[in-house]
């Protein structure tokens, strides 16, 4: 079964870090563009970061740039997402989602799609 499983989120202080990860199980993601996707109540979806299968490629939201960080270790099947100086305005439900080919990273999270492969999600909580 092929299962992508998210981890690391939680409540956490304005300015304070965490750091998600996203772990495959049941396929390979070293041929996947992983991207990381944030829900807030009553908000659409939106593309936080993305990076290519070979990891030389990444996009970032212009609203965290210089705060986030995406990466992958292809050989524990898992991609990261450091989150530092984080505001209440990032709170949301984070998501990570596979996608076989793509045609930038940009366009990646520009475009979530249905046929993704996409994780459960996990609670990111930033407040006082």
């Known amino acids: 079964q092929l299962q992508l499983v998210e981890s690391g989120g939680g409540l956490v202080q304005p300015g304070g870090s965490l750091r998600l990860s996203c772990a495959a199980s049941?396929?390979?993601?070293?041929?996947?563009?992983i991207g990381w996707f944030r829900q807030a109540p009553g908000k659409e979806r939106e593309g936080v970061s993305c990076?290519?299968?070979?990891?030389?490629?990444?996009n970032y939201a212009d609203s965290v740039k210089g705060r986030f960080t995406i990466s992958r270790d292809n050989a524990k099947n898992t991609v990261y997402l450091q989150m530092n100086s984080l505001k209440p305005e990032d709170t949301a439900v984070y998501y990570c989602?596979?996608?076989?080919?793509?045609?930038?990273?940009?366009?990646?999270?520009?475009?979530?799609?249905?046929?993704?492969?996409w994780g459960q999600g996990t609670q990111v909580t930033v407040s006082s």
């Open positions: 049941g396929f390979t993601l070293d041929y996947y563009a």
């Open positions: 989602a596979a996608r076989w080919r793509i045609t930038t990273v940009q366009a990646m999270c520009a475009s979530p799609l249905p046929n993704d492969y």
């Open positions: 990076i290519s299968s070979s990891g030389s490629s990444t």
